[in-house]
């Protein structure tokens, strides 16, 4: 039989997988009616300026958010973005240059809606490590708008009680030949009642661009629980440590 060409395939995959990523991200929808953020507060501390609502990035810096706050984020470096307790951050990120973004922090209610629009040349990296004991909501889209690289990685250790919903979507868009993108999200389920919703996605519009996503979401590994045991490591301990490991890049 005739082989069915590429862009009647791809049109087929779409029409089937749609529907389905619509339900879903519906159904994974947090529900905030009953939380109250706190007044925003943003603290800065590194090579660049920041004026409580657009930071200039220069180099490496360190970027401190607590309640309910809106930023935008330019320039080229490292930034390691830090976000506990109860938090609701609404991030826009330009970059021309290369910037990797590095989060971290202990999650009792947090929210991130991060929106990276990425210009030729430009080369992102982001980097999400959180340990959630309560509700953490993530979602980052990343556009190129010309040829550029993006490297997105997220992991969550998710306590008992706690839930992850981590939604990711790079998008490659007119304009967007010869860009690289990947995206990772894994989710470490620490107890029977620890939740995780992943949901990796992208939107190709454009072609000649090289992709790749993957998720995966799971428990601790009994084996290697059983080996720090059988060497005298108390179980939590051992817990903790693989825990730690996890979140390490």
């Known amino acids: 039989s005739p082989l069915v060409p590429p862009l009647f395939l791809n ?11 619509t339900k879903y991200a519906l159904r994974v ?13 943003a603290d800065f501390v590194g090579d660049g300026e920041f004026d409580g609502k657009r930071l200039e990035l220069a180099g490496n810096g360190t970027l401190t958010l607590a309640g309910d706050i ?6 080229k470096g490292q930034l390691t973005m830090i976000i506990e307790g109860v938090a609701s951050a609404t991030i826009r990120t330009f970059v ?6 590095v989060y971290s922090g202990t999650v ?21 490590a959180a340990d959630v004991h309560g509700l953490f909501d993530a979602m980052t889209t990343v556009t190129h708008d010309g040829k550029a690289l993006s490297d997105i990685v997220t992991k969550v250790a998710v306590h008992e009680g706690g839930k992850a919903i981590v939604r990711g979507k790079i998008v490659m868009g007119n304009g967007a030949e010869g860009s690289t993108g990947t995206e990772r999200i894994d989710a470490l ?8 919703d992943v949901l990796p996605t992208m939107v190709i519009d454009t ?43």
């Open 70 to 75: 809106a930023i935008e984020i330019h320039g």
């Open 11 to 21: 049109l087929a995959l779409r029409s089937q997988t749609m529907p389905t990523l």
């Open 108 to 128: 009792e209610t947090v929210r991130i809606v991060h929106d990276v629009r990425l210009e030729g040349g430009a080369t992102y990296r982001e980097r999400i």
């Open 96 to 101: 021309r240059d290369e910037l990797e973004v």
């Open 29 to 41: 929808h947090a529900d905030y009616s009953s939380v109250v953020f706190p007044i925003g507060v």
């Open 189 to 196: 389920l620490l107890g029977e009642k620890a939740e995780a």
């Open 207 to 249: 072609d000649d661009v090289a992709c790749k996503h993957g998720a995966s979401v799971g428990h601790m590994d009994e084996n290697a629980l059983f080996y720090l045991a059988s060497r005298g490591v108390d179980p939590a301990a051992a817990r903790a440590v693989l825990t730690e490991a996890f979140l390490q890049f």
